[in-house]
Nanobody, 117 residues
Framework: QVQLVESGGGLVQPGGSLTLSCAVSGSFSSPYIMGWYRQAPGKQRELVATYTRDGKTNYADSAKGRFTISRDNAKNTVYLRMNGLKSEDTALYYC???????????WGQGTQVTVSS
């Protein structure tokens, strides 16, 4: 059973930084893509960034130049470094793993990021 546990959210002032972590446990036999998504109140969940097993990254336009997704294979952990945070970045951030073989999605419980002065 795959489990994802996020941490690192919190309250930060505009212009500040946060690093989110996602610890992954379970099977790693299938090729997969790791990703961060977010959902603001009253809005649909949206992609923030993805990281493939061969190291390719992809970012939403809103995240380009400010956010960086990375992973530590030894720790089975994926990170999202967020710089230059804006009020519109306020959302519940979710870690995701998409298994390419089965198409199955796994989600964490989410970690809240609030950007406010």
């Amino acid at each position: 059973q795959v489990q994802l546990v996020e941490s690192g959210g919190g309250l930060v002032q505009p212009g500040g930084s946060l690093t989110l972590s996602c610890a992954v446990s379970g099977s790693f036999s299938s090729p997969y893509i790791m990703g961060w998504y977010r959902q603001a109140p009253g809005k649909q969940r949206e992609l923030v960034a993805t990281y493939t097993r061969d190291g390719k990254t992809n970012y939403a336009d809103s995240a380009k130049g400010r956010f960086t997704i990375s992973r530590d294979n030894a720790k089975n952990t994926v990170y999202l470094r967020m710089n230059g945070l804006k009020s519109e970045d306020t959302a519940l951030y979710y870690c995701n793993r998409n298994d390419l073989g089965s198409g199955r999605d796994y989600w964490g419980q989410g970690t809240q990021v609030t950007v406010s002065s």
